[in-house]
């Protein structure tokens, strides 16, 4: 509904009578940032933005690699910091005052958010993404778009879908089985339909099985329309499409930028009856309908408060913050460990803040972590210890020289390292998970020189911590923060701000280790995600390996206790209960994970997933009930036999901690589950028909005394023997095998 409450619903019906012309041009933009508009139905056209952290609005010359600055705006935490705040509440307050500002620049959609699964830390974008879990990438980016739209902008989900590398992103076909599919890579795209109707989807560059995503009907129509009921419009990724009327066809709605050429070939198809004129009418109601929710919210006169939305990028920074270790209480740095503080390396005061390429903001205003201190504690001695940017009349040696001096000197020392633009940027994936060895060899003297140093991390995937780096008795993951990013690292650091965050993607020892690593990014044009099910910490868990720090970690200045764990069956799904303590002596959020495991599952699965969690602000010695809903469709999985979603029956076993292999708490409980019966055929074997009421008792009936069910090495060679095969083992006549058949799948086992 618009604000004056009229509707802004459009259907195909309503179309139908524009001219060809204007309904073509309906289907693709006007130029590059803006659409064309339906004079026939009175509507404007509308202006879309780059912004998934902040908007990249541009008045003038326009592109889409920020290679021209964009109007100034508030650079909130790329989706790499807002995830690891694991808050609901935070992501909604982001998403809202980005829509703030974009009211205030006449944008009607914003481009984002970034949702796609992190398979591989090495994906030079994932800085863009929320997790390497669909479960908190799905919550995370629900909240982000009703947070938005719920403020009358319009959100673009993206990248629909499988678009996991950018290395070929182009063009590259991904091969997936069905199950991974659905219960990875799009199980976040399915929540955030479902449950947020964002007014956009995009869909990605890639292929998938063999036809590109902005040509493909099975995801675009029969997965986002038909299974999840879609009401938004397809936009393309800028670029995506090679062939319009392919792509109208296939469910597309609008291609951007603007394409004359993929115009004419529409209009010409349509001319030629080789589309049909239901797929454009489809096509363009979809975006006159967002035309209409454009129009229904603009307003000229809206302004923001910039002061304002700092304070909330500030405080979503300081969510974000993930203490990974803290031996011997080395932080908070308070008191003499305050006064003898030494500041090291370039990004102290050269913030890397967001990421590279289309969402590149211009930010309203920035401080580095050096200015923060400085401000708290007067003059910091500071060395830069190496050069973050291309400073080439740099000096390596003598920075490193200088530093390491200083770190001898220095009662405390906090190190910033990390990762530039040069190494983690859209358009192209990392080499490797190392820290550029310039940095090690920094960190290697500058502990020798001082073992007092605490290290602040930079960047926008899991690098490797070399284990040098691992034993810094501190070590503070700040991803990227946006551009409130150094007070809330100065905040943490000097214990104004209790640091609170979580991983959202695990931190594994090696390369190596990580399960997509034998196939990413893949060869000739082909990538095959061949470690299935098992992605992040799902395939470290299910192999035993030993991580760096897993998925969900992060400590705090005080302590926590869960106790008095409850689980009960509630419309299919489940409600879970924890009494949690604070037991330390500090105010601070507890992230309570809920993880859920099926033990003795007849399928496939990881060892245990979240499925569920809640934050909670407790005083020292305060107590409080958490409870955590897990709805039905947080249990399914799909079953590729029916190609549907389903529930399994039997016993399920919550897990409920502070991260994956942080669980002290564990209860169980059965499910009747809602699986699918499937109807027996010729190739249904013994095994199979055992799950079925009355199947084995039938099949007795049906051999009759033959050995195949008295002999114990008979019987489990016969439990794999598909029962059409029975006509040469037992003697069977077709005709036999198809009556029984038809028995069991009528519920008549016996006859």
């Not at 139905?41 to 952290?53: A, R």
């Not at 969402?359 to 007067?378: K, M, P, Y």
């Not at 190609?643 to 292999?661: D, I, K, P």
Request: glycine fraction near 10%; hydrophobic fraction near 40%; include cysteine.
């Amino acid at each position: 509904m618009g604000q004056d409450g009229t509707s802004t619903t459009v259907d195909a019906a309503e179309v139908a009578p524009l001219p060809a012309a204007e309904k073509v041009a309906l289907t693709g933009g006007q130029d590059f940032w803006y659409t064309h508009g339906a004079p026939g139905l009175g509507l404007e056209p509308i202006m879309t933005s780059d912004g998934p952290h902040g908007l990249r609005t541009q008045k003038a010359e326009a592109d889409h690699l920020g290679l021209n600055d964009s109007v100034p705006a508030t650079c909130f935490p790329p989706a790499v910091g807002l995830a690891a705040t694991w808050s609901r509440e935070t992501a909604a307050a982001v998403a809202a005052a980005i829509a703030e500002e974009a009211l205030a620049e006449g944008v009607s959609v914003v481009l984002g958010p970034g949702m796609n699964i992190k398979r591989s830390p090495l994906c030079g974008r994932n800085f863009e993404y929320f997790s390497e879990d669909p479960h908190l990438a799905g919550e995370l980016a629900v909240a982000y778009v009703d947070g938005m739209q719920d403020r009358g902008v319009g959100t673009s989900v993206k990248h629909f879908a499988l678009n996991n590398q950018e290395t070929d992103r182009m063009r590259v076909d991904v091969s997936v089985d069905e199950r991974t599919l659905h219960e990875i890579y799009l199980r976040a795209f399915r929540s955030v339909v479902t449950r947020a109707q964002p007014w956009t989807i995009m869909c990605s560059y890639n292929s998938v099985l063999g036809t590109l995503v902005s040509q493909n009907r099975f995801l675009l129509t029969e997965v986002l329309r038909e299974q999840w009921g879609f009401e938004g419009a397809v936009v393309s990724d800028w670029g995506a499409v090679v062939d319009r009327p392919a792509a109208v066809a296939a469910g597309l709605d609008l291609q951007m930028p603007a394409d004359p050429g993929a115009e004419q070939a529409l209009a010409a198809a349509l001319a030629e009856g080789t589309v049909d004129e239901a797929a454009v009418d489809r096509a363009a109601a979809k975006v006159a309908r967002l035309l209409r929710q454009g129009a229904a919210h603009r307003d000229p006169a809206a302004t923001y408060d910039a002061a304002a939305h700092h304070e909330v990028a500030l405080g979503a920074a300081r969510r974000a913050i993930v203490l990974l270790r803290n031996e011997g209480g080395l932080l908070p740095l308070e008191g003499d460990a305050a006064a003898g503080l030494a500041v090291i390396g370039d990004f102290a005061q050269t913030p890397r803040y967001q990421g590279a390429g289309s969402s590149h903001v211009n930010a309203t205003r920035v401080t580095s972590a050096l200015e923060a201190l400085r401000t708290e504690l007067g003059e910091v001695p500071f060395a830069r210890g190496f050069s973050a940017g291309a400073d080439e009349a740099a000096d390596p040696d003598a920075l490193r020289a200088e530093a390491v001096e200083l770190a001898r000197t220095a009662g405390t020392v906090v190190l910033f390292l990390g990762l530039g633009e040069d190494v983690e940027s859209e358009g192209f994936d990392r080499a490797d998970m190392e820290l550029p060895a310039e940095q090690e060899r920094l960190l290697e003297e500058v502990l020798a020189a001082n073992p007092r140093t605490a290290v602040v991390l930079t960047h926008g995937s899991a690098i490797r911590l070399s284990e040098t780096l691992r034993s810094a008795p501190a070590i503070l993951e700040a991803w990227l923060l946006g551009q409130a990013g150094g007070e809330a690292t100065a905040e943490v650091l000097l214990g104004r701000t209790n640091p609170s965050g979580r991983l959202a993607e695990t931190i594994p020892l090696r390369l190596a280790d990580v399960p997509s690593t034998p196939y990413f990014p893949g060869e000739h044009g082909r990538v095959t995600y061949g470690e299935g099910l098992f992605v992040g910490y799902r395939g470290f868990d299910q192999r035993g390996t030993e991580v760096a720090f897993p998925f969900g970690h992060g400590l705090s200045y005080t302590t926590f206790s869960h106790e008095g764990l409850e689980v009960a069956e509630q419309d299919g799904g489940l409600v879970v209960t924890v009494q949690v303590t604070n037991t330390g002596e500090r105010e601070g959020r507890e992230v309570v994970q809920a993880y859920v495991a099926v033990p003795g599952s007849a399928i496939s699965r990881a060892p245990r997933e979240l499925k569920g969690f809640a934050e909670v602000t407790l005083a020292p010695g305060a107590s409080a009930a958490v409870r955590i809903d897990i709805p039905e469709t947080e249990l399914q999985y799909w079953d590729a036999r029916a190609g549907q979603w389903a529930v399994e029956a039997g016993t399920y076993r919550v897990e409920v901690g502070a991260s994956s292999r942080d669980l002290p708490l564990s209860a169980e409980v059965a499910l009747e589950g809602t699986e699918p019966r499937i109807p027996a055929t010729f190739s249904t074997t013994p095994l199979e028909l055992s799950a079925i009421p009355g199947g084995t008792e039938a099949l007795q009936e049906l051999v009759g005394d033959s050995p195949l069910f008295q002999d114990p090495e008979m019987v489990k060679m016969f439990e794999q023997i598909p029962v059409g095969r029975l006509t040469g083992f037992a003697g069977l006549a077709p005709e036999q095998i198809q009556e029984f058949l038809d028995r069991v799948n009528a519920g008549d086992g016996r006859s």
